[in-house]
Nanobody, 117 residues
Framework: QVQLVESGGGLVQPGGSLRLSCAAS????????VNWYRQAPGKERESVAS????????NYADSVKGRFTISRDNAKNTALLQMNNLKPTDTAVYYC??????????WGQGTQVTVSS
């Protein structure tokens, strides 16, 4: 059974940090790129960060560059999103996505991140 399970969301004050985890099972994790997306209320889902299959290459949305770091551990079938200096505009449901051009994609159920004082 294929699963992507996010964890680590919660309520944090502006300027604080959170680390999101994505645990994968049921498929060959290192064949897939990993992406983090987010969707705020009333807005479209947007890409936040991505990491290549090996973990050597990463990309970030301009809005999170310098504050968020994506990484993966293929031995543990996990991906992380370290989020620092959080802003209220980062409030959203965050989704983990594993994607392969040839094999399709999988989505997690999402984890809520709320940045508020």
């Amino acid at each position: 059974q294929v699963q992507l399970v996010e964890s680590g969301g919660g309520l944090v004050q502006p300027g604080g940090s959170l680390r999101l985890s994505c645990a994968a099972s049921g498929f060959t994790f290192n064949y897939y790129y990993v992406n983090w997306y987010r969707q705020a209320p009333g807005k479209e889902r947007e890409s936040v960060a991505s990491v290549s299959r090996s973990g050597d290459n990463t990309n970030y949305a301009d809005s999170v560059k310098g504050r968020f770091t994506i990484s993966r551990d293929n031995a543990k079938n996990t991906a992380l999103l370290q989020m620092n200096n959080l802003k209220p505009t980062d409030t959203a449901v965050y989704y983990c996505n594993a994607a392969s051009i040839s094999m399709g994609e999988y989505w997690g159920q999402g984890t809520q991140v709320t940045v508020s004082s």
